[in-house]
């Protein structure tokens, strides 16, 4: 049986390096199925995964940042520290402050899902490439993320196997001075479940050294592209559109060149007009005031991008902008259409279709003047601000040729920032509590962190900071069932004895040094983390790390460290971890951009967090 479960993992391993297409969750199912049928666990062991307590707390931690994202909670905050920012190594630093310490406490995922528009954004106004910090995003969120224990899904589904192996220990003392269940006899080293800061003792010495990397070196190797799609941006519908700009809006007190708001890639500001005075050209100096409005020409995707700038409003109807339904759809006028020959202010669109008109176009023509004194034509263009259930009312209208919502114009419920940002705080000063207080007889008491997350992920909902549809959406089930079912594997290797054969013929290999061995499974996490799941690997290496110190007698809590860092930490290629993936297409990046950036840094953290280890627990050769 320990042969079988060996070969269930290499075959999976070597199948997802040969055939890229195949699913994940179902190989890892698969395998799983395998170990099943062969009576190598039983079915209860196998799928005892998907309650698992890391599993419950990423899927309590994808629906927070779910919530968070919705409210705008960090696009505020981004777009407050990036606004002023005037250069690329300024912008660096202060997304490193707000990536480091928000991903420390939130899924790294999560923040990199919620920082790359706003990173985008500033890139689009500074005329930078997306390519030179797309990436050091990515990077820095899993160096914070190796902070806490929350930080990564890594780390909880080493905490969870860790709790659950403990609680499975503690009962066979309570019953019997020695079991013989092979998950607690001599074979298995006695073990703890992690503090909520004991990762981050020396995570966050490969935290500080990585951002030193990527602040001062990252950026004389990461190339220097341009989103696929922006030279496509003269072929574009252009629109005409005015924002009003109120309190709230960054831009307050800021020139036009501060703002970034000149040479913007597929937008242009034509004008101010300030209290019926017009201010055109506009110059790099002018000043922007509260109530101004800022009359642009643009490309949708770029007027979408205006439209999440707290406090810059669309001026066609400013009380409609706040209503947390809103959207933006397109439409185009047919021939029957009662508004042919009205103007945009005559045509009452709130009243007539309960939306609001942003901007037109007009194929051929740049329309200049005040949207309201537009007069409409057929085939015109309309931008509008509509309820969520617009297009699916009118999509067989007499009135529009055309009906359809705009791409990434789902708006961030700003109204919802503050109420969003105590749940956060709830949340992480539950957490801090919780540590100190542990509870380690019930891994579903209140100090558990799946109890703290989807505790706050149900105020989430209940408090308005996103809907049922949304938190439902949040919920990554390819992600959590591959955690799943690569946990039954891992127990599978336990029992089997599959794990105790490769910590003998590892010793047998390597020798006994304590340090030698140490080295040896943090490259081998590595390796394995940069080709497949992160979290596979941690649950799969993990009886791994118990098995071998426990061989030659010694600690298991520096291999469990090093498992942990090393499937936390892939920095090489773009599979070998979520955040990679996500940021490839939007930078324009090639998995030899990865290579050339990640590698040294990989070599880096790799020496940075063994000599960590090998101090912090008195490793020695």
């Known amino acids: 049986m320990a042969i079988l479960s060996i070969l269930i993992v290499v075959a999976i391993f070597v199948l997802l390096q040969l055939r890229r297409n195949l699913a994940t969750d179902q190989l890892f199912l698969a395998g799983l199925l395998v170990l099943t049928i062969a009576n190598v666990i039983t079915p209860a062991e196998a799928f005892e995964g998907l309650s698992n307590p890391a599993v419950l707390t990423i899927a309590g ?9 919705s409210a705008g909670v960090l696009d505020w905050l981004g777009n407050k520290l990036l606004g002023s920012a005037r250069t690329q190594t300024q912008a660096l630093i202060r997304l490193t402050l707000v990536i480091t310490v928000a991903s420390a406490f939130l899924l790294n995922t999560a923040v990199v899902a919620m920082m790359m528009p706003v990173a985008i954004d500033w890139c689009r106004r500074r005329n930078i490439s997306p390519s030179r910090l797309l ?3 990515s990077y820095l969120a899993m160096l914070g993320g190796v902070c806490t224990l929350i930080g990564t899904s890594t780390t909880l589904v080493v ?7 403990h609680q499975q220990q503690l009962d066979a003392a309570a019953i019997a001075p020695r079991a ?3 998950e607690t006899n001599d074979s298995i080293a006695q073990v703890e479940p992690m503090s909520l800061f004991e990762l981050g003792q020396i995570g966050s010495i490969c935290a500080i050294i990585g951002v030193v990397y990527i602040i001062f070196i990252a950026p004389r190797l990461l190339p220097d592209r341009h989103e696929p799609g922006e030279s496509l941006g003269k ?10 700009v109120e309190q709230t809006c960054p831009y307050v007190g800021q020139t036009v060149q501060q703002a970034g708001l000149r040479n913007l890639p597929g937008l242009f500001l034509v004008e101010i007009n300030r209290a019926g005075h017009v201010i055109t050209p506009v110059a790099p100096s002018d000043v922007i005031e509260q109530h101004d409005r800022l009359v642009f020409s643009g490309v949708v995707s770029t007027i979408v991008d205006l439209e999440k700038v707290t406090g810059l409003v669309p001026s066609a109807d400013v009380s ?5 339904e809103r959207r933006l759809s397109e439409v185009v006028l047919s021939r029957t259409c009662p508004l042919i020959g009205t103007t945009v202010k005559a045509a009452s669109f709130r009243q007539r279709y309960n939306a609001a008109v942003v901007a037109v176009h007009r194929s051929g023509e ?3 003047g005040k949207i309201g004194d537009i007069e409409l034509a057929h085939g015109d263009t309309l931008l509008l601000q509509t309820r969520s259930d617009f297009v699916s009312t009118y999509r067989n209208s007499r009135d529009f040729y055309l009906v359809s919502d705009v791409e990434g114009a789902t708006p961030r419920r700003h109204e919802k920032i503050k109420i969003a940002s105590l749940l956060l705080l709830t949340l992480i000063t539950w957490l801090i509590t919780a540590s100190i207080y542990t509870s380690p007889s019930s891994s579903y008491s209140w100090t558990s962190p799946a109890v703290a997350a989807i505790v706050i992920a149900v105020l989430m909902v209940l408090t308005g900071c996103l809907r049922n549809t949304d938190a439902r959406a949040a919920i990554d089930l390819q992600l959590l069932l591959t955690i799943a079912a690569a946990l039954g594997i891992g127990r599978a290797l336990i029992k089997s004895g599959a794990a105790e054969m490769v910590a003998n013929g590892l010793t047998s290999a390597v020798g006994t040094s304590p340090l030698l061995l140490l080295i040896t499974v943090y490259i081998l996490a590595s390796v394995m983390t940069e080709m497949i799941s992160n979290n596979a690997v941690a649950a799969m290496l993990l009886p791994l ?6 061989s030659i007698g010694f600690d298991a809590r520096p291999f469990i460290m090093a498992i942990t860092l090393a499937a936390s930490l892939a920095f090489v290629t773009p599979v070998g971890y979520q955040t990679n993936l996500m940021v490839m297409g939007p930078g324009g990046y090639h998995p030899r951009d990865y290579l050339r950036c990640g590698l040294p840094l990989s070599l880096l953290m790799a020496v940075t967090a063994i000599t960590s280890i090998a101090v912090t627990y008195s490793v020695g050769p």
């Open 366 to 368: 740049r329309l200049a």
């Open 235 to 244: 072929q574009r519908r252009e629109y005409m559109v005015e924002m009003k």
């Open 159 to 165: 905490n969870g196997e860790l709790t659950r192996i």
């Open 320 to 324: 409609f902008e706040h209503h947390p």
């Open 135 to 137: 990436i050091p995003i």
């Open 545 to 550: 790390a118990i098995a071998i110190p426990h």
């Open 180 to 182: 013989t269940s092979p």
């Open 61 to 69: 931690l994808l629906v927070v940042t779910a919530g968070l994202r």
